[in-house]
Protein backbone atom coordinates (compact mmCIF):
# COMPACT_ATOMS: atom_id res chain seq x y z
CA UNK A 1 0.00 0.00 0.00
CA UNK A 2 0.98 3.90 -0.78
CA UNK A 3 0.38 6.26 1.94
CA UNK A 4 0.32 9.23 -0.34
CA UNK A 5 -3.27 10.77 -0.28
CA UNK A 6 -4.50 12.84 2.89
CA UNK A 7 -8.35 14.46 2.87
CA UNK A 8 -9.28 18.00 4.45
CA UNK A 9 -11.64 20.01 5.01
CA UNK A 10 -12.00 23.80 6.75
CA UNK A 11 -11.25 22.17 9.37
CA UNK A 12 -7.27 22.57 8.39
CA UNK A 13 -7.20 26.54 8.77
CA UNK A 14 -3.71 26.84 5.69
CA UNK A 15 -2.90 24.54 3.28
CA UNK A 16 0.24 25.06 1.01
CA UNK A 17 -0.34 22.84 -1.52
CA UNK A 18 2.87 23.16 -2.99
CA UNK A 19 4.77 22.23 0.16
CA UNK A 20 2.14 19.03 0.49
CA UNK A 21 3.26 17.95 -3.03
CA UNK A 22 7.08 18.39 -2.35
CA UNK A 23 6.65 15.83 1.13
CA UNK A 24 4.93 13.43 -1.38
CA UNK A 25 1.44 13.22 -1.35
CA UNK A 26 -0.05 12.65 -4.46
CA UNK A 27 -3.53 12.70 -4.00
CA UNK A 28 -5.81 15.00 -1.88
CA UNK A 29 -10.06 14.09 -1.38
CA UNK A 30 -11.55 17.37 -0.18
CA UNK A 31 -14.87 18.02 1.67
CA UNK A 32 -17.49 19.90 -0.73
CA UNK A 33 -20.93 19.36 0.88
CA UNK A 34 -22.65 18.55 3.30
CA UNK A 35 -26.61 17.94 4.03
CA UNK A 36 -28.32 20.41 2.36
CA UNK A 37 -26.87 23.37 0.52
CA UNK A 38 -23.87 23.78 2.94
CA UNK A 39 -20.16 24.22 0.77
CA UNK A 40 -17.38 23.95 2.72
CA UNK A 41 -16.26 27.62 2.71
CA UNK A 42 -12.30 26.22 1.27
CA UNK A 43 -13.40 23.86 -1.32
CA UNK A 44 -13.66 25.69 -4.22
CA UNK A 45 -10.28 27.35 -3.99
CA UNK A 46 -8.21 24.90 -2.72
CA UNK A 47 -9.37 22.63 -5.12
CA UNK A 48 -7.69 24.43 -8.27
CA UNK A 49 -5.16 25.41 -5.81
CA UNK A 50 -4.36 21.57 -6.13
CA UNK A 51 -4.76 20.77 -9.31
CA UNK A 52 -2.34 24.16 -9.75
CA UNK A 53 -0.29 22.19 -7.68
CA UNK A 54 0.35 19.15 -9.58
CA UNK A 55 -1.97 17.21 -6.90
CA UNK A 56 -4.80 14.94 -8.26
CA UNK A 57 -8.18 15.89 -6.41
CA UNK A 58 -11.51 14.18 -5.38
CA UNK A 59 -14.55 15.35 -3.70
CA UNK A 60 -16.74 14.25 -0.52
CA UNK A 61 -20.05 15.08 0.35
CA UNK A 62 -21.16 14.55 4.79
CA UNK A 63 -24.07 12.67 4.67
CA UNK A 64 -26.61 14.17 6.64
CA UNK A 65 -30.37 12.63 7.75
CA UNK A 66 -31.32 16.56 6.67
CA UNK A 67 -33.46 15.47 3.37
CA UNK A 68 -33.70 12.73 1.17
CA UNK A 69 -30.40 11.68 -0.70
CA UNK A 70 -31.43 12.59 -4.15
CA UNK A 71 -31.18 16.19 -3.07
CA UNK A 72 -28.23 16.05 -1.00
CA UNK A 73 -26.35 14.07 -4.27
CA UNK A 74 -27.49 17.10 -6.42
CA UNK A 75 -26.34 19.41 -4.54
CA UNK A 76 -23.31 17.98 -4.10
CA UNK A 77 -22.97 17.52 -7.48
CA UNK A 78 -23.69 20.88 -8.85
CA UNK A 79 -20.34 21.83 -6.44
CA UNK A 80 -17.71 18.75 -7.52
CA UNK A 81 -17.44 18.36 -11.22
CA UNK A 82 -14.73 16.68 -11.38
CA UNK A 83 -12.36 13.82 -9.95
CA UNK A 84 -13.63 11.05 -8.07
CA UNK A 85 -16.70 11.07 -5.56
CA UNK A 86 -17.55 10.22 -2.37
CA UNK A 87 -20.27 9.95 0.28
CA UNK A 88 -18.90 10.48 3.72
CA UNK A 89 -21.42 7.90 5.92
CA UNK A 90 -21.09 8.48 9.22
CA UNK A 91 -22.07 9.61 12.91
CA UNK A 92 -22.89 13.09 12.87
CA UNK A 93 -21.23 14.74 15.62
CA UNK A 94 -23.05 18.37 14.92
CA UNK A 95 -26.45 17.54 14.35
CA UNK A 96 -28.99 14.66 16.22
CA UNK A 97 -29.62 13.89 12.04
CA UNK A 98 -27.33 10.54 11.12
CA UNK A 99 -28.29 9.75 7.65
CA UNK A 100 -30.09 6.58 7.36
CA UNK A 101 -29.48 3.91 5.23
CA UNK A 102 -32.29 4.53 2.32
CA UNK A 103 -30.86 8.03 2.23
CA UNK A 104 -27.81 6.21 1.64
CA UNK A 105 -28.49 4.39 -0.99
CA UNK A 106 -30.62 6.96 -2.62
CA UNK A 107 -27.41 9.40 -2.65
CA UNK A 108 -25.11 6.55 -4.76
CA UNK A 109 -27.77 5.75 -6.86
CA UNK A 110 -28.45 9.43 -7.72
CA UNK A 111 -24.82 9.92 -8.59
CA UNK A 112 -24.55 7.12 -10.55
CA UNK A 113 -27.31 8.11 -13.03
CA UNK A 114 -26.37 11.56 -12.64
CA UNK A 115 -22.83 10.74 -13.64
CA UNK A 116 -22.93 6.98 -15.29
CA UNK A 117 -20.43 5.91 -12.11
CA UNK A 118 -21.09 4.72 -8.67
CA UNK A 119 -19.19 6.92 -6.43
CA UNK A 120 -16.59 5.26 -3.18
CA UNK A 121 -18.39 5.17 0.07
CA UNK A 122 -16.34 6.15 3.54
CA UNK A 123 -17.03 4.94 6.73
CA UNK A 124 -16.16 2.30 9.17
CA UNK A 125 -18.59 1.38 11.77
CA UNK A 126 -22.14 3.18 10.35
CA UNK A 127 -21.38 1.03 7.18
CA UNK A 128 -20.86 -2.11 9.41
CA UNK A 129 -23.81 -1.47 11.60
CA UNK A 130 -26.20 -1.15 8.33
CA UNK A 131 -24.97 -4.47 6.73
CA UNK A 132 -24.87 -6.40 9.58
CA UNK A 133 -28.64 -5.94 9.21
CA UNK A 134 -29.40 -6.48 5.65
CA UNK A 135 -27.13 -6.46 2.74
CA UNK A 136 -27.50 -3.53 0.03
CA UNK A 137 -26.45 -4.24 -3.45
CA UNK A 138 -26.20 -0.63 -4.21
CA UNK A 139 -23.46 -0.46 -1.54
CA UNK A 140 -21.48 -3.10 -3.17
CA UNK A 141 -21.37 -1.26 -6.14
CA UNK A 142 -18.68 1.54 -4.68
CA UNK A 143 -15.40 1.41 -3.75
CA UNK A 144 -14.37 1.19 -0.33
CA UNK A 145 -12.45 3.93 1.82
CA UNK A 146 -12.18 2.40 4.88
CA UNK A 147 -11.82 4.31 8.14
CA UNK A 148 -10.42 2.34 10.94
CA UNK A 149 -7.48 3.24 13.01
CA UNK A 150 -4.99 1.72 15.22
CA UNK A 151 -4.70 -1.74 13.72
CA UNK A 152 -2.22 -3.49 11.25
CA UNK A 153 -5.06 -3.48 8.64
CA UNK A 154 -8.56 -2.57 8.67
CA UNK A 155 -11.66 -4.98 9.26
CA UNK A 156 -13.96 -5.13 6.20
CA UNK A 157 -17.51 -4.48 6.50
CA UNK A 158 -19.94 -7.25 5.00
CA UNK A 159 -19.88 -6.68 1.36
CA UNK A 160 -16.26 -6.14 0.54
CA UNK A 161 -13.40 -8.67 0.20
CA UNK A 162 -11.16 -6.00 0.07
CA UNK A 163 -10.48 -1.76 0.49
CA UNK A 164 -9.23 0.26 -2.06
CA UNK A 165 -8.32 3.45 0.13
CA UNK A 166 -7.91 3.00 4.11
CA UNK A 167 -7.87 6.53 6.30
CA UNK A 168 -5.93 5.11 9.10
CA UNK A 169 -4.99 8.31 11.00
CA UNK A 170 -6.66 11.42 12.01
CA UNK A 171 -3.59 12.99 13.75
CA UNK A 172 -1.16 12.76 10.69
CA UNK A 173 1.43 15.67 10.21
CA UNK A 174 2.19 16.72 6.58
CA UNK A 175 4.25 19.98 5.90
CA UNK A 176 2.25 22.32 3.94
CA UNK A 177 -1.11 21.52 6.36
CA UNK A 178 -1.88 22.83 9.41
CA UNK A 179 -2.37 20.97 12.36
CA UNK A 180 -3.28 17.31 12.11
CA UNK A 181 -4.96 15.96 9.47
CA UNK A 182 -6.36 12.64 8.31
CA UNK A 183 -3.47 10.44 6.38
CA UNK A 184 -4.90 7.67 3.94
CA UNK A 185 -3.87 4.39 2.17
CA UNK A 186 -4.24 3.21 -1.53
CA UNK A 187 -4.25 -0.37 -2.33
CA UNK A 188 -1.71 -0.45 -4.50
CA UNK A 189 -2.61 -4.37 -5.17
CA UNK A 190 -5.41 -2.88 -7.47
CA UNK A 191 -2.53 -1.03 -9.61
CA UNK A 192 -1.58 2.33 -9.96
CA UNK A 193 -3.22 5.12 -8.23
CA UNK A 194 -3.54 7.62 -11.22
CA UNK A 195 -4.99 5.12 -13.30
CA UNK A 196 -7.44 4.42 -10.65
CA UNK A 197 -8.29 8.00 -9.75
CA UNK A 198 -8.92 8.61 -14.24
CA UNK A 199 -10.84 5.60 -14.60
CA UNK A 200 -13.69 6.54 -11.33
CA UNK A 201 -13.45 10.51 -12.19
CA UNK A 202 -16.08 12.68 -13.85
CA UNK A 203 -15.93 15.45 -15.96
CA UNK A 204 -12.58 16.15 -17.37
CA UNK A 205 -9.96 14.41 -15.35
CA UNK A 206 -7.42 16.89 -13.27
CA UNK A 207 -4.24 17.16 -15.15
CA UNK A 208 -1.80 15.10 -13.52
CA UNK A 209 -4.64 12.19 -13.73
Partial sequence: MTNTIIDLSHNQARVDFEKVKAAGI?????KATEGRHYVDPTYLERFEQAK???LIVGSYHFGTGS??????????????????????????????SDMTFEQ?????????????????????????????????????????????????????????????????????????????CDLDSFNDHLGDLEIFWKEHSIGVPSENA
Avoid at 105 to 133: C, H, M, R, S, W
Fill in 52 to 54: AAG
Fill in 104 to 180: AEDFLATVYQKTGKYPGLYGGNVIKAFLKKRPSPIFAKCWLWIAQYGRPTPELPDTWDHWTMWQFTQKGTVDGVSGP
Fill in 26 to 30: KAVIL
Fill in 67 to 96: SYGYFQAADFLEVAKEGILVLDLEHNPGSS
